[in-house]
């Protein structure tokens, strides 16, 4: 495996243009005569397919949801950045590049989050003219609000629904496209394998989720947008139904799978209250404008009413600690700080595991009806879920798995080691580096949707020769029997216990060895215990059910096999990265004051694996980050 | 910590939509009120799974009240007791302990049974291809700040626009009428101008594939917006009456 990232030369600011330029272009009447097969609805997926479907391209959709305005994108709350600079406040492409790739704390790509940036402002007009209701000021045109790990206001936002409204902008155009014609979607359909026929990808096996049916679609290129693996860890903030299958499947047959130990833990979920618990809540780092983190300084003051908490008594720790940003340091940076003020026994809450989130001071300063304008649903949100008024009383929030930025390795085409596979959005690795900035994910999953895949595809079919095959050639013969064949060995388990205990068990081991403070003595006791876990899998899991129908029980075993598989790379990656940054923190690699220590001579790569066969050690291949316009620097935010 | 409960979870059973449904009494001890309903229902499908049987379908995602996958009807009314609440964020402290409670699929002529608790939403998709869209293609938008919006209108927009198509207001309408949802996306379009090009013929083609669809005339009780975990109002429904009198009247 050769990793060729195929970055244009020449200036940063014109590498896009360039390349642009230089992309074949498919004539318009042969659009038609090529298949693009797209794995995902979310943000990515939906903007993607609907824009393939606009040029004349025959585009079908899968996904697991019933509907495609379901996928996960639809939580994203807080909003969308764009280099705008409608505040005036000095914003720029530049800077957003430059935040984005500091903040990254230097482990991502220059040339793509450069094209990011510069194609940001794009993104929020094409959401304008499909109706996105965003916020706007009195005099009609859009505001802005502030997120974490910048000093600019950005932000584009709709209420705390912001990904909802932007779904539902893409999932609308992907409506029009099925209705004329261009577009065929499968709903209750879940990708098991990729199809390489000749060393290109041509196809995909999926199985009905309704009547089980395992079928072949062949196509001319296949884009997967299957989102993140957070769930790994069984309790995240993503959707119950968020898995690894597509991407680890993809990786199996030949994609190489980077950086998989960057993962984000958000500073502000709702506390886990008890063993039952099946998924954590995030609240929005849009708080964070207006709330002010703190703990009481006594530890003997942590189970007293807050409100009786002096002043005096409280350490507003984040404002003390980076005055410069204060409440809105980057998101890997604020939930260590809070891991830290628990792990010292200052934290509140019947657990012990939680910080305060206070809005006292602002009701005081804006009026209520102010806040409740800002971050009404999520306050109601919050006292859904934990019967207290955050109006009233602080809110408590504890860190929580939330994003990956790790992914399957894309040169700047979006492209994956697999000729012909494309992967979009947080299915792909390459412009968050090892810390994803709040209000950045929507932005770069319809970057890549609306603004890239569309040219970098046409691309590839312009100048690649596809052999006429059919879904009868041998490769999908072999993919529907090992998709067969796994369906069916699930399915003969009798053990005892289920799927989802197993999951259980694999996200604690996760959490307590590869969550927020790794070390390698840890790590390398986690691979062990993940491959005992994984063989008693194999032996006693229970899978109830028949294959030919809907068996949900089916469905979460195959992605908890897959979890077991793929927890191990992560572990075995964040063992090799021995350096601290962005939200991998190797506790060996600490400064005194607890900041993280990267070591950039040995570890400014991308690290991508290759899947070398069950039972074989992954081959570990690297791509060196050259840093030619932000220049490497230990990232400080105080 | 506050003391655990015990119910009884009474649940509609059904294998398919061409056998015939059930109801199945599950009694559940040490339920904790801090759990939510559908954690519950994954704690029976956990007892259920590890003896083999068959567990309870049902619907879920996010899990934090906004993709609109859960359903349920639970005791008798869509998404349970809470107000502007859906089933994902129900908890138990909503019931108290030594209940039995009630648990079915939406029932709607144009939701079909898919399996036990899960039902058939696709008609609102086709709804929503027959015209709930603005026609722009990727890359020929205007910059977002060249058109105006009062901001009284595009919050009322975004009032409409917040529907999550759980199919609520559907459930609990006696003539499983579709208006509420429709009327949502026909007004969150209406109020903004970048919906107006398509306006007339948006609302005319998306209450005919509403009819077509199966579902039911208004019955003007308003038990749609009682049940909407979002709270849209039923003002909407006159609004989009006036849009759909002013396509026949300007044509």
Redesign the interface.
């Known amino acids: 495996m050769k990793l060729d990232s195929k970055i244009p030369s020449g200036p940063i600011q014109d590498k896009w243009e360039k390349h642009k330029f230089e992309t074949k272009l498919v004539n318009p009447a042969n659009k038609r005569k090529y298949r693009i097969l797209v794995v995902g609805s979310g943000l990515a997926g939906a903007?993607a397919a609907?824009?393939l479907g606009?040029l004349g391209y025959q585009v079908d959709v899968f996904t697991h949801?019933?509907?495609?305005?379901?996928?996960?994108s639809?939580?994203a709350q807080g909003g969308i950045n764009a280099s705008?600079n409608?505040p005036n406040d000095g914003d720029s492409v530049w800077r957003l590049f430059y935040d984005t790739v500091k903040g990254g704390d230097f482990r991502a790509r220059e040339a793509n989050v450069y094209r990011l940036a510069q194609l940001s402002?794009?993104i929020?007009?094409?959401?304008?003219?499909?109706?996105v209701?965003?916020?706007?000021?009195?005099?009609?045109?859009?505001d802005n609000r502030s997120f974490g790990g910048a000093q600019v206001s950005r932000t584009f936002y709709?209420?705390g629904?912001t990904?909802?409204?932007l779904l539902?902008g893409a999932?609308?155009?992907l409506?029009?496209q099925?209705?004329a014609g261009t577009v065929a979607?499968h709903?209750r359909t879940e990708f098991l394998d990729l199809v390489v026929v000749d060393g290109q990808a041509r196809g995909v096996i999926t199985r009905d989720l309704?009547t089980g049916k395992i079928e072949r679609h062949l196509g001319h290129a296949v884009v997967l947008a299957t989102g993140g693996y957070g769930n790994v860890f069984y309790l995240s903030t993503n959707?119950?139904?968020c898995n690894v299958t597509a991407t680890w499947r993809a990786h199996k047959r030949g994609a190489a799978f980077a950086n998989p130990c960057f993962t984000q833990i958000h500073p502000t979920c709702i506390p886990v209250?008890?063993d039952?618990?099946?998924?954590l809540?995030?609240m929005s780092e849009s708080l964070r404008n207006d709330g002010r983190v703190w703990i009481p300084k006594k530890k003997e003051d942590r189970s007293k009413d807050p409100a009786t908490i002096p002043e005096g008594d409280r350490d507003y720790y984040l404002e003390r600690r980076y005055p410069a940003f204060g409440n809105l340091v980057p998101r890997d940076i604020a939930s260590r700080a809070a891991k830290q003020a628990c792990d010292e026994g200052k934290g509140v809450g019947?657990s012990g595991m939680s910080v305060y989130l206070d809005f006292a001071e602002s009701i005081q300063r804006l009026g209520q009806p102010v806040i409740a304008e800002r971050y009404g649903n999520l306050f109601?949100?919050y006292e859904?879920?934990t019967?207290e008024n955050p109006y009233q009383k602080p809110m408590r929030i504890y860190p929580a798995v939330h994003y990956t930025m790790g992914g399957l390795w894309v040169d700047y085409n979006l492209m994956s080691t697999i000729p012909g596979l494309f992967v979009l959005g947080e299915a792909n690795f390459s412009d968050h580096g090892a810390n994803r900035l709040g209000a950045s994910a929507l932005m770069q999953g319809l970057c890549d949707g609306?603004?890239v895949a569309?040219y970098t595809i046409g691309g590839y079919l312009a100048s690649n020769a596809f052999k006429g095959v059919t879904s009868e050639h041998d490769a999908f013969r072999e993919a529907e029997q090992a998709v067969d064949g796994g369906v069916k060995r699930l399915l003969s388990g009798?053990g005892?216990?289920?799927?989802?205990?197993f999951h259980r068990s694999l996200g604690k081991i996760l959490w307590d060895k590869c969550g927020m403070a790794r070390n390698a003595a840890g790590l390398t006791q986690a691979i062990g215990d993940i491959a005992a876990l994984r063989a008693e899998f194999r032996e006693n899991v229970?899978?109830?059910?028949e294959g030919g129908?809907?068996n949900?029980?089916l469905e979460r075993a195959g992605r908890v096999g897959d979890f077991l598989e793929f927890a191990e790379l992560l572990c075995l990656d964040a063992l090799h990265r021995d350096e601290s940054c962005g939200g991998h923190f190797r506790e060996e690699h600490q400064y005194e004051d607890g900041e993280a220590k990267r070591n950039d001579e040995a570890f400014a790569y991308v690290a991508a694996w290759e899947h070398a066969g069950a039972g074989k050690a992954p081959i570990l291949h690297k791509e060196a980050l050259a840093f030619e316009n932000v220049h490497l620097a230990t990232r400080s935010y105080k | 910590?506050s003391a655990t409960m015990n119910v009884t979870l009474r649940i509609w059973r059904q294998?398919?939509r061409h056998t015939k449904g059930r109801f199945v009494d599950y009694p559940l001890s040490d339920v904790?009120p801090?759990?939510?309903f559908?954690?519950?229902l994954?704690?029976l499908?956990?007892q259920?799974?590890?003896r083999?049987?068959?567990?309870v379908?049902f619907?879920?995602?996010?899990?934090?009240?906004?993709?609109?996958?859960c359903s349920l009807h639970i005791s008798g009314t869509p998404h349970g007791p809470?107000k502007?609440?859906t089933t994902c964020?129900l908890?138990m402290?909503s019931f108290r302990s030594g209940a039995t409670i009630t648990v079915e699929p939406w029932r709607a002529r144009a939701f079909p049974i898919?399996?036990d608790l899960?039902v058939?939403?696709?008609a609102?998709?086709r709804i929503?291809?027959?015209g709930?869209?603005?026609?722009?293609?990727?890359?020929?938008?205007?910059?977002?700040?060249s058109?105006?919006?009062?901001?009284a209108n595009?919050?009322l927009?975004?009032d409409a626009?917040?529907c999550?198509?759980c199919g609520a207001c559907v459930a609990a309408c006696k003539n499983a009428s579709a208006m509420l949802f429709v009327a949502a996306k026909v007004s969150?379009?209406a109020l903004?101008p970048?919906?107006h090009a398509e306006r007339k013929e948006r609302v005319v083609k998306m209450i005919a594939r509403m009819d077509q669809e199966g579902f039911g005339s208004c019955t003007n009780l308003s038990a749609c917006e009682a049940v909407c975990p979002k709270g849209i109002s039923v003002n909407f429904i006159a609004r989009m009456n006036r849009e759909y009198l002013r396509a026949g009247l300007t044509g």
């Open positions: 903007s609907a824009s606009e949801n019933d509907s495609p305005r379901r996928a996960h639809i939580a705008k409608y402002g794009n929020i007009d094409q959401c304008v003219a499909q109706g209701p965003f916020a706007r000021e009195y005099g009609g045109l859009l709709a209420r629904q990904g909802q409204q539902l999932y609308q155009s409506m029009r099925a209705a979607i709903p309704v959707a119950r139904n209250t008890g039952h618990q099946s998924k809540t995030l019947s109601e949100m859904r879920i019967a609306y603004f569309p009798r005892k216990r289920t799927a989802d205990d229970i899978v109830p059910g129908d809907l949900q029980a | 910590m294998k398919n904790s801090e759990q939510s559908l954690e519950t994954d704690v499908n956990n259920l799974e590890a083999g049987e068959d567990p379908a619907d879920s995602d996010c899990r934090e009240g906004i993709c609109g996958t809470m502007l609440t964020q908890h402290r898919v399996k899960i058939d939403r696709s609102f998709d929503v291809q027959s709930g869209f603005v026609s722009v293609k990727t890359g020929s938008a205007p910059d977002a700040n058109l105006p919006v009062p901001k595009a919050e927009a975004m626009a917040q999550i198509g969150h379009l903004l970048q919906g």
